[in-house]
Every structure is written in C-alpha cells, then in structure tokens.
C-alpha cells in the first residue's frame, strides 16, 4: 500500500470508531381527564415532546421558570423540542391543579 493510502486507511477508521451522539427521542404526554401522564418524565435537551390532548377542553403545559408554554386545542396533539437543561415543574393555566414535572438531561 502506498503511504497516502495507510493515512486515508487510519483516518477512516479513527472516525468509524468514535462516539455517535444519541438520536433525539419523542416522549409523548398524554393529558386526558385533567391529569398530565406519566406525571414525571426524564429527557434530554434536544428531545421532543409530543403533547397529546384527549379531554374535550383545551389545556397548557406551561413551565413555572418561564421555560415553555404550550397550548393544546381539545382532542389535538402539539409538539415542541426541549431546549435547555433542568427540573422543570409545569401545570395546566385553564386548570392549575394539573401539575408535572419534567426533568430535562443535558
């Protein structure tokens, strides 16, 4: 093998071997008789979160520290990515006693 071949053979499998970063999920909650479920989740920055709506009323998933707020129309499913890293506790603003909370990994 020619020299320029050994280095293009080297780099080619120094870069197969290094670490993939994660693909970003999608957890979905699901609010449905007035109650966010599951009430505690674990994500990672980057994650979407697909909010699914299945009570006849409209609903928020509003972030206490001003992180996020969703609106999800009755009987509709909304998405949003999550942007930064943290233990977040959201509630409904129709219906504040819905709480959850969302723990958000780097």
């Known amino acids: 093998m020619l020299p320029g071949r050994h280095l ?10 290094m670490a993939v970063p994660a693909q970003a999920a999608t957890i979905q909650i699901t609010i449905d008789n007035l109650v966010f479920s599951p009430a505690e989740v674990t994500a990672r920055v980057g994650d979407t979160i697909e909010w ?7 609903h928020t998933a509003t972030a206490r520290n001003g ?5 999800t129309p009755a009987k ?11 233990t977040v506790e959201y509630y409904c603003r129709y219906h504040p006693n819905m709480k959850a909370v969302l723990t958000i990994a780097p």
């Open 67 to 71: 992180d996020f707020d969703v609106a």
């Open 52 to 58: 699914i709506n299945k009570d006849v009323l409209a």
């Open 8 to 17: 293009l053979l080297l780099t080619t499998l120094l870069l197969g071997t």
């Open 76 to 86: 509709k499913s909304v998405t949003s990515v999550l942007k930064k890293a943290g």
